[in-house]
C-alpha cells in the first residue's frame, strides 16, 4: 500500500486552518495514524485509529476518514505546531508512512 | 514512565556489520510488539522491522533485501537490530518504537542513534 500526502509543504498565519490530505492506493479501513516531527526531534504519535487523539494530544488537532482517504486539520495553527507531519497505514505489515508534509508559518 | 533508548550506532564501512540495541523501561516489555523505524538525512520516516512480544513474529522492509534481523531478549528488557552488508543507503537515524498494541501503533520512541555507512 502507497500513501501520498498533500500538500508536501505549506505556510500559514496564526489561527489559521490548516488541513492535510493523505490518500492509501488501497483501503486501510481506519488503521491511518498521524505523527508530528519537530524539526531535530523524535516522532510524536498525534492521531490514531484514523480519528482518535492521543492521550495529551491539544484539541486543535483532529482527523477523519476512512478507507482511502484521509484529512488531519489543526484548527488554529499555534507556533509550536511548526514541524513535519506523517500519515501511517498500520493495517498490515509492511507499515507505511506517507512522504511527509513541512507545515511553517507565514 | 516510558522509555526507550537505543544504542551501538556508528561509523562502518560498505559491506560491514553493525548491532543496534534498544533498552526499554516503565512498562512490561514482553507484552508488547516493538518496531524499527529509521530516518535518513533530510528524508522521511521508513518502517524497517517489526517483532512480536514472544518473537513468534517478525515483518521486514521487503528494501532490506534480508539483510536485516530484528531480535529481542525479554528478559533483559531489549530489542536488537543486526544489520549486515551495510550501504550508503542504509545511513540513517534508527528509532526503536513501541507498538501500542490494540488500535494504537507507534505511541513511544526512543531518540535514535545514528548510523553512518561510508568508506
Known amino acids: 500500500i502507497q500513501l501520498t500526502q498533500s500538500p508536501s509543504s505549506l505556510s500559514a498565519s496564526v489561527g489559521d486552518r490548516v488541513t492535510i490530505s493523505c490518500r492509501a492506493s488501497?483501503?486501510?479501513?481506519?488503521?491511518l495514524a498521524w505523527y508530528q516531527q519537530k524539526p531535530g526531534k523524535v516522532p510524536k504519535l498525534l492521531i490514531y485509529?484514523?480519528?482518535s487523539l492521543h492521550s495529551g494530544v491539544p484539541s486543535r488537532f483532529s482527523a477523519s476518514g476512512s478507507g482511502t482517504d484521509f484529512t488531519f486539520t489543526i484548527s488554529s495553527l499555534q507556533p509550536e505546531d511548526v514541524a513535519t507531519y506523517y500519515c501511517?497505514?498500520?493495517?498490515?505489515?509492511?507499515?507505511?508512512f506517507g512522504p511527509g508534509t513541512t507545515v511553517d508559518i507565514k | 514512565d516510558v522509555e526507550l533508548v537505543e544504542s551501538g550506532g556508528g561509523l562502518v564501512q560498505p559491506g560491514g556489520s553493525l548491532r543496534l540495541s534498544c533498552v526499554a523501561s516503565?512498562?512490561?516489555?514482553?507484552?508488547?510488539?516493538m518496531n524499527w523505524i529509521r530516518q535518513a538525512p533530510g528524508k522521511g520516516l521508513e518502517w524497517v522491522a517489526h517483532?512480536?512480544?514472544?518473537?513468534?513474529?517478525?515483518y521486514y522492509s521487503e528494501s532490506l533485501k534480508g539483510r536485516f534481523t530484528v531480535s529481542r531478549d525479554n528478559a533483559k528488557n531489549s530489542l536488537y537490530l543486526q544489520m549486515n552488508t551495510l550501504t550508503v543507503d542504509d545511513t540513517a537515524v534508527y528509532y526503536c518504537?513501541?507498538?501500542?498494541?490494540?488500535?494504537?501503533?507507534?505511541?513511544?520512541w526512543g531518540l535514535g542513534t545514528q548510523v553512518a555507512v561510508s568508506a
Open positions: 518504537a513501541r507498538d501500542g498494541g490494540g488500535h494504537v501503533p507507534f505511541d513511544y
Open positions: 516503565g512498562f512490561i516489555f514482553s507484552r508488547y510488539s
Open positions: 501511517q497505514d498500520y493495517s498490515n505489515a509492511p507499515f507505511t
Open positions: 485509529s484514523a480519528s
Open positions: 488501497q483501503g486501510v479501513s481506519d488503521y
Open positions: 517483532i512480536s512480544g514472544p518473537s513468534t513474529i517478525t
